[in-house]
């Protein structure tokens, strides 16, 4: 593991997933001292990242989430800094940091993902709902674990508009899209390969942010439960979507599988969660490969550019 020189673990960081991302790095932090590997934790929001150069850092391992850290800002300073990183590079991390952008090159080479509006304080909002039907999803396009996400039922009391004003609180540009109603399943792909799918439960079917994170009633299933030559066709489907984005190294896409076998892609993510109930290690340990290994295996795969 010396090979590896000195490393620095990214997290923290100044965006709305601070307090995850924090999870992550100690996660992978600790993993990596495990495996012999001389790494050290560094925090952008409250250092320089010159000082990646300065202290003659050999290699970065990213756990940051969100802006700042998964949008491609981070990659291309280090880039500039000359110093490999984890993950993707910086055109395909601030494409699938874009959700609205990720889907506009997806619909473009076939991948399946959910009819969409791009919207703004003054859409009519009922021809929305007659467009694309209720429920409907209005999200902020760049960020990530369900931040200032609204699920929409019902368009009795200004609904669309209010979950419009709070999306808009974390990002101008703000999708509605049509609610997928089925089984929620994430892929998670490491080093060229897609992993054993995984079904989502969440109580009341609500996957946010505390469900993510910190709720122990969210249930996991790995194997996912279905029928192997379906599952194979998402996997694939997943790794070809993550490959047209330029996405390299590792990552995670979401999708919803309807009743009728048909299904569609929401989003994909360039730097998962690292934490206790993330999914890239489980999909891994359902695989055959420990936390510690899954650290070592994206290491690995540190580059510039």
Not at 157 to 184: I, K
Not at 272 to 296: E, Q, R
């Amino acid at each position: 593991m010396n090979g590896f020189g000195k490393v620095a673990v990214l997290m923290g960081g100044a965006s709305a997933e601070r307090e995850v991302s924090l999870m992550s790095g100690k996660g992978v932090l600790s993993a990596l001292r495990e495996k012999g590997v001389d790494a050290h934790a560094f925090d952008p929001a409250e250092r320089d990242l010159w000082d990646l150069r300065r202290e003659k850092f050999d290699r970065v391992f990213i756990a940051l989430h969100g802006r700042f850290g998964e949008d491609g800002t981070v990659q291309g300073a280090l880039e500039t800094l000359g110093i490999p990183y984890t993950g993707s590079g910086v055109m395909a991390s601030a494409l699938a940091m874009d959700k609205w952008r990720t889907k506009l090159v997806w619909l473009a080479s076939g991948i399946p993902t959910p009819a969409y509006r791009v919207v703004d304080a003054a859409t009519d909002w009922m021809r929305v709902v007659a467009e694309l039907g209720l429920p409907l999803i209005v999200k902020p396009a760049r960020e990530g674990s369900t931040i200032g996400i609204t699920k929409v039922s019902k368009v009795d009391h200004d609904e669309l508009a209010l979950a419009f004003a709070e999306a808009a609180r974390h990002d101008p540009l703000v999708l509605v899209e049509e609610c997928v109603a089925g089984q929620e399943l994430t892929a998670s792909i490491v080093d060229g390969r897609a992993l054993p799918l995984i079904r989502i439960e969440a109580p009341q079917g609500n996957y946010d942010y505390h469900s993510k994170y910190f709720s122990d009633e969210t249930k996991y299933f790995c194997p996912a439960g279905l029928p192997e030559a379906k599952e194979m066709e998402i996997r694939a489907t997943c790794l070809r979507a993550f490959d047209i984005v330029g996405c390299s190294g590792w990552g995670r896409l979401d999708l919803m599988l309807r009743a009728d076998g048909t299904f569609s892609l929401l989003e994909v993510n360039t730097s998962p969660g690292m934490t206790g109930h993330s999914l890239v290690p489980m999909a891994a340990k359902a695989d055959g490969m420990s936390y510690a290994d899954l650290c070592v295996a994206i290491l690995r795969k540190a580059h510039v550019g």
